[in-house]
């Protein structure tokens, strides 16, 4: 299903893990920070209402998206969390460094996934121009940040219960 059929930031608590005893790693990058923040309202804002302590939400803050995998890893390494979500938008320019970042981010985030114990969540935007970005981060389509906070929540219950 497309984004355009369905809202990004509907989800259903009853269907939700409390979040309450989980700790989250948050890795933002500063590249189009007026989407990226957008983004990590939403997923801040959906962690709290889904029970989350403030005092449990990590955020860093690096300067693109190709940086999120060593965030990502480093907050990992570092922060005792139970999940990472990391918050990106590329914009499609006049070169091929579109494909380039996406391709590397997709690949950085699923090799943390592989080798690392801890879920490393994929919000990152990969859009043709700033309106989809707008209309995903908060606008028309919802917010990919609410989305990325479920399955962050999801995620981490699902490693408590498989580690038990
Ligand atoms: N063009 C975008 C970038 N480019 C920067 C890279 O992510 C990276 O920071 C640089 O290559 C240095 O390693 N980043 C975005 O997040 N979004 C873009 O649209
Ligand atoms: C995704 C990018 O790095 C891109 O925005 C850079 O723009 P350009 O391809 O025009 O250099």
Redesign the pocket.
């Known amino acids: 299903m497309a984004t355009a059929n369905k809202n990004l930031s509907n989800y259903d608590k009853n269907t939700i893990p409390n979040a309450k005893d989980f700790r989250f790693g948050i890795v933002v990058?500063e590249?189009?920070d007026k989407i990226t923040n957008g983004l990590y309202n939403g997923a801040e804002a959906a962690l709290l209402d889904c029970g989350a302590l403030p005092e449990n939400i990590i955020r860093w803050d690096v300067?693109?998206?190709?940086?999120l995998i060593y965030g990502a890893k480093k907050m990992i390494e570092t922060q005792n969390v139970d999940c990472v979500i990391t918050i990106?938008?590329?914009?499609k320019?006049e070169t091929m460094?579109f494909e380039f970042?996406c391709e590397g981010v997709t690949q950085g985030i699923k090799d943390l996934n592989v080798q690392s114990d801890i879920p490393t969540i994929f919000c990152l935007l990969t859009d043709n121009n700033e309106q989809q970005s707008i209309d995903r981060s908060g606008g028309v389509h919802g917010n990919k940040g609410t989305e990325a906070a479920i399955a962050a929540i999801k995620m981490a219950d699902l490693r408590k219960n498989a580690n038990r």
């Not at 990106?88 to 914009?91: A, F």
Request: hydrophobic share 35%; with cysteine; aromatic share 14%.
């Open positions: 990058s590249w189009n300067p693109g998206s190709f940086e990106g938008c590329v914009i320019g460094h970042v």
